[in-house]
């Protein structure tokens, strides 16, 4: 069964400097998504990527976060200058259409020192 | 906020019990979807429910969709102790994100 996939599965990372999460979205989907569990609380809505262009944004998702799909299989999320605040589980998401099932990856373990 | 909030907000039953958990909304929804997580891991996906649907089966899960009262139950049936995870309900009420409830936390004793 096809499966989201998120690379590293634990990244740690100095305040100040970029992190790059890696996803690669089940191979028929067209919608991507972005979205942050802080622990122990609700999961976050960060970002929707379709058609190579953002659909939404949280107010989270701020001049510090950045999206691209570099290519046809991957869909990656930038921070540029990583907080303390910014540690968190960031999980990929995919769906073939909007209004669809979300398939979420295993997640990347950010912790920023 | 259009999040799902979840009740109760922690269960504890015994192996072979049925759980029931609900989830109530605020505003109109194209969708309904839970999720499960085990602790510490990612988000399984577990049944979609849409706004113009009642009730539907997967497996032991059962979920209801009243949309007039804008609530959602999920029910396990016959639980096992794999069951033991936290439950999200996550309402889409347009087509680019979900928003999740704080969840419940099941315990299956064995």
């Known amino acids: 069964e096809p499966e989201v996939t998120q690379t590293p599965s634990h990244q740690v990372t100095q305040m100040g400097q970029e992190v790059i999460l890696r996803c690669v979205p089940i191979?028929?989907?067209?919608?991507f998504y972005w979205y942050r569990q802080i622990l122990g609380q609700k999961v976050e809505f960060l970002v929707s990527?379709?058609?190579?262009?953002?659909?939404?944004k949280s107010e989270i998702f701020d001049d510090q976060f950045s999206v691209e799909r570099p290519d046809g299989s991957n869909f990656t999320l930038k921070i540029r200058s990583t907080k303390l605040e910014d540690s968190a589980m960031y999980f990929c998401?995919?769906?073939?259409?909007?209004?669809?099932?979300?398939?979420f990856g295993p997640g990347t373990r950010l912790t920023v020192l | 906020s259009q999040q799902g909030e979840e009740d109760p907000q922690a269960l504890s039953i015994q192996e072979g019990e049925n759980a029931t958990m609900n989830c109530s909304y605020k505003?109109?929804?194209?969708?309904l979807q839970w999720y499960r997580q085990n602790s510490g891991r990612g988000l399984v996906h577990l049944i979609l429910?849409?706004?113009?649907?009642r009730e539907k089966h997967s497996g032991r899960l059962r979920v209801t969709l009243d949309t007039s009262k804008k609530s959602s139950s999920l029910l396990i049936t016959a639980s096992r102790a794999a069951d033991t995870a936290s439950y999200f309900c996550?309402?889409?009420?347009?087509?680019?994100?979900?928003?999740f409830g704080a969840g419940t936390t099941v315990t299956v004793r064995a």
């Open positions: 998401a995919s769906s073939r259409q909007g209004r669809n099932e979300q398939f």
């Open positions: 191979s028929n989907h067209l919608y």
């Open positions: 990527f379709y058609n190579n262009e953002i659909s939404e």
């Open positions: 505003t109109s929804i194209n969708n």
């Open positions: 429910i849409r706004s113009n649907e």
């Open positions: 996550a309402t889409d009420w347009n087509d680019y994100k979900l928003s």
